[in-house]
């Protein structure tokens, strides 16, 4: 089963606006991480938030983490046509283990 | 800057063949991992590795195996491919402190006939 979903599915805005993707998972965990995957390409880490961390930004980048909802959001300030991609959440499957749960992604599209 | 690299962007193979994909890194991580991702499944844990020589079974591991004989490859092992196999591969290091960031290949689509 997968620990991250990522919510909404697929989102698209026009360039400059903000986007917002969502993540939530089931068990107690000890970091939270965002990656980004361009087309046909590897995912790429964006930012890791652990669990005693409510908030953390890297540039245009914000991400909460509500551990009591379980679930975190991702934050992408003034788009651009360059951010379409798709997003996704990682979790550790229990805590210190080195193995992530990965959910299916929310696929973002910038409109230039 | 910190590198995974897979063998191949892109391979075809037949039904029944045995197929090795093969990852390296240069960051001289301890845990490397296999994924392979579908649409609309996300990326799922084939096998993972923290040391030399050793291996864990992940999500999917049932026709697949691994090899680990030096710390920085990481070989994917399909006995005898099915096209049910026909995926994204993607391998991934990271170091063996849990609150570090997985570094991924550029993947290797992989389609069988």
């Known amino acids: 089963s997968q620990q991250g979903e990522e919510d909404p599915q697929a989102l698209s805005i026009q360039e400059g606006e903000n986007a917002t993707m969502n993540c939530s998972y089931k068990t107690s965990i000890n970091n939270l991480q965002w990656y980004r995957q361009n087309s046909g390409r590897g995912l790429v880490h964006l930012i890791l938030?652990?669990?005693?961390?409510r908030e953390k930004h890297s540039g245009r980048l914000r991400v909460t983490l509500d551990t009591s909802k379980k679930s975190s959001s991702l934050l992408i300030t003034a788009s651009r046509a360059a951010d379409t991609a798709s997003y996704f959440c990682?979790?550790?499957?229990?805590?210190?283990?080195?193995?992530?749960?990965f959910g299916t992604g929310t696929r973002l599209k910038v409109l230039a | 800057d910190v590198k995974v690299t897979q063998s191949s962007r892109y391979l075809v193979k037949r039904t029944g063949e045995k197929v090795f994909l093969e990852c390296v890194q240069d960051m001289d991580h301890e845990n490397m991992f296999w994924y392979r991702q579908d649409p609309g499944l996300g990326l799922r844990l084939i096998y993972f590795s923290y040391d030399v020589k050793m291996k864990e079974k992940g999500d999917i591991p049932e026709g697949y195996s691994v090899s680990r004989e030096k710390k920085e490859r990481f070989s994917l092992i399909l006995e005898s491919a099915s096209t049910n196999q026909t995926s994204m591969y993607l391998c991934a290091s990271s170091p063996r402190d849990s609150n570090q960031p997985q570094h991924f290949g550029d993947g290797t689509r992989l389609s069988i006939l």
């Open positions: 938030i652990r669990s005693n961390e």
């Open positions: 990682a979790t550790d499957s229990f805590i210190g283990t080195y193995k992530y749960i």
